[in-house]
């Protein structure tokens, strides 16, 4: 599975973004996929999940600002960003989990100035 995340950028505080994240090589129709992001200096940290048939979580710095999708016709992975923070800056990474094997997208780049 190869995963392609875009849709990163410069955005100002209480602006919005949209990520999205192709899948190929195989469908990931049936996977929970996920967003994670990096702030500078610090660990990767969980953002968003969302099972195959829809149901999603959130990490409690992102609920109610952030939405995560999918659409399964295409393997393709979404997050709605709004109300940005500073301190949503960071590289966001797309994950796949298909038969217990993690994937990874390279990540995009997401600044947000206050």
């Known amino acids: 599975v190869q995963l392609q995340a875009f849709g990163g950028g410069l955005v100002q505080a209480g602006g919005s973004l949209r990520l999205s994240c192709a899948a190929s090589g195989r469908t990931v129709r049936n996977s929970v996929m996920a967003w994670f992001r990096q702030g500078p200096g610090k660990e990767r940290e969980f953002v968003a999940r969302?099972?195959?048939?829809?149901?999603?979580n959130y990490a409690s710095s992102v609920t109610g600002r952030f939405t995560i999708s999918r659409d399964n016709s295409n393997d393709t992975l979404y997050l709605q960003m709004n109300s940005l923070k500073p301190e949503d800056s960071g590289v966001y990474y797309c994950n796949a989990r298909r038969l217990a094997v993690d994937y990874w997208g390279q990540g995009t780049v997401v600044t947000v100035s206050s």
């Open positions: 969302i099972l195959s048939r829809g149901v999603t």
